[in-house]
């Protein structure tokens, strides 16, 4: 537990943010996810500070699939971060919080006619183009505005980051961007810099997901610049920009090592150092976009626990009432997490259990044996770290309604998604009578 920054009050009650977490399960329902603001804001400073710190030329965009909702996106625009969308729902979002257009950047393997156009119409920062369809359909787009639209490119630099494989989208065999090694990608420049009304910004790329070894960045960036050398050389091209995406790990474990934020930007930085001369200004600015370092660790889970089920000799069961449908990482990635019962978070632990959820499915499984006091149903268990692809994964299996989302900042609680009701499940739902 001494990894989570987490207070415990003279109740001997997990406290989260100066606010006694039994208190908000209590006034909020169960499942919740409550997120301390003052850390969010912390880590998006980080990464904005340590660029700063070195004086290098840098843009933190919040990769807004980690967390997006309309007050998560206007912490982010508090905090003068740019903002990755990946869909017309996440730009849609993006709009409603009032995100200003210009610090917008959109992604996707598979854009299609309307998310382009509605990029286009509101005139965001910048499209990551990611294949040959999507130029297409940007000229096809184009051709009905009389804008320009600013882009940059998104490579795959063949680089294999330490990561499960589910999440390991750098690689050559990849269904993201355009290969460096094939020649697709000087063709999709070459076809992008004809273009009337675009211009190529620069180049991108992401190398995968909850990484801890930052040899993969370093590798990421030695090909990118030796690719801007050469399509200079052969292009007379000079990228403004090079982002090189996200994916800087958190610990959710006491088994996981992750730098800090700041070590990352620093070994960033050092590499960017040996490519190029920062002090002549004359390079292209970084962008990074992280996503689960900036919400990851920020975000707990709080549920109440149900029934119990001991298998002597074998296991024990305790079940909670969410599961797979507000957190499918466990199941989906095997990921593993930590977690305390919040209203005995001082009592000694005595019995290892296993955290089942609710859902009709086996695999539903949030915790393998973890260490708890003595649990008894009416228990709150508080799972950490589940602030980055939680609720954004969430879905209606078994139509169980989303959980709501409370922000807590300098002592006060704000609700900020309300929780589903079952007016809300069937709302879309059409009678066959
Ligand atoms: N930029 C691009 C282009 C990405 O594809 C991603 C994540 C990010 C930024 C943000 O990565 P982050 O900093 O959050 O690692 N659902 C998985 C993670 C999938 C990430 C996909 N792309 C999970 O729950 O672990």
């Not at 415990?8 to 977490?21: A, M, P, V």
């Not at 980080?46 to 700063?52: D, H, K, L, Q």
């Not at 409603?96 to 210009?102: H, I, S």
């Not at 119409?121 to 294949?131: L, Q, S, Y």
């Amino acid at each position: 537990m001494n990894h989570h920054p987490y207070e415990i009050n003279n109740n001997g009650h997990l406290e989260i943010n100066g606010i006694d977490s039994t208190l908000l399960a209590k006034k909020y329902g169960t499942p919740l996810f409550v997120y301390n603001v003052d850390a969010i804001r912390q880590n998006a400073r980080a990464f904005v500070n340590t660029f700063e710190k070195f004086g290098v030329k840098a843009q933190v965009a919040y990769a807004s699939k980690a967390f997006s909702s309309i007050a998560m996106l206007q912490v982010a625009k508090q905090e003068k971060l740019s903002l990755d969308v990946v869909s017309q729902g996440e730009l849609y979002t993006a709009l409603k919080a009032g995100f200003p257009v210009e610090k917008i950047h959109l992604h996707g393997n598979n854009k299609n006619y309307e998310e382009l156009e509605m990029a286009i119409k509101h005139n965001i920062g910048c499209i990551v183009v990611d294949n040959f369809y999507e130029i297409e359909l940007l000229k096809d787009v184009l051709a009905n505005f009389d804008t320009e639209m600013d882009v940059l490119i998104r490579v795959t630099p063949g680089i294999e980051a330490h990561t499960h494989d589910y999440i390991l989208t750098g690689n050559e065999d990849s269904k993201f961007g355009f290969d460096l090694s094939n020649g697709q990608a000087e063709l999709a420049i070459k076809q992008l810099t004809e273009m009337d009304k675009i211009q190529v910004k620069g180049l991108h790329c992401h190398i995968g997901s909850q990484i801890f070894e930052t040899d993969g960045f370093v590798m990421a960036i030695q090909r990118l610049f030796d690719t801007i050398r050469n399509w200079n050389t052969k292009f007379n091209y000079t990228p403004k920009v090079l982002n090189l995406g996200g994916g800087f790990g958190i610990r959710y474990t006491k088994e996981d090592d992750p730098l800090p934020l700041e070590g990352y930007v620093e070994a960033l930085v050092n590499e960017i150092q040996k490519q190029v001369d920062i002090s002549d200004m004359n390079y292209p600015e970084i962008w990074i976009e992280p996503g689960r370092a900036i919400v990851g660790n920020t975000g707990v889970t709080l549920y109440t626990i149900g029934s119990k089920k001991d298998i002597p000799g074998v296991r024990k069961y305790i079940s909670v009432d969410g599961g797979m449908t507000d957190n499918i990482r466990p199941a989906l990635y095997q990921a593993k997490y930590d977690a305390v019962i919040a209203n005995k978070a001082k009592q000694p632990l005595s019995e290892t259990v296993s955290v089942a959820g609710k859902c009709c499915e086996s695999g539903d499984m949030l915790i393998w044996d973890i260490e708890l006091p003595e649990v008894e149903h009416g228990d709150f268990l508080a799972v950490f770290s589940t602030g980055a692809y939680g609720y954004s994964m969430s879905n209606h299996y078994n139509r169980f309604p989303k959980a709501a989302v409370v922000f807590v900042e300098e002592g006060k609680d704000k609700l900020v998604i309300q929780r589903e009701s079952y007016e809300d499940l069937t709302r879309n739902d059409l009678s066959y009578e």
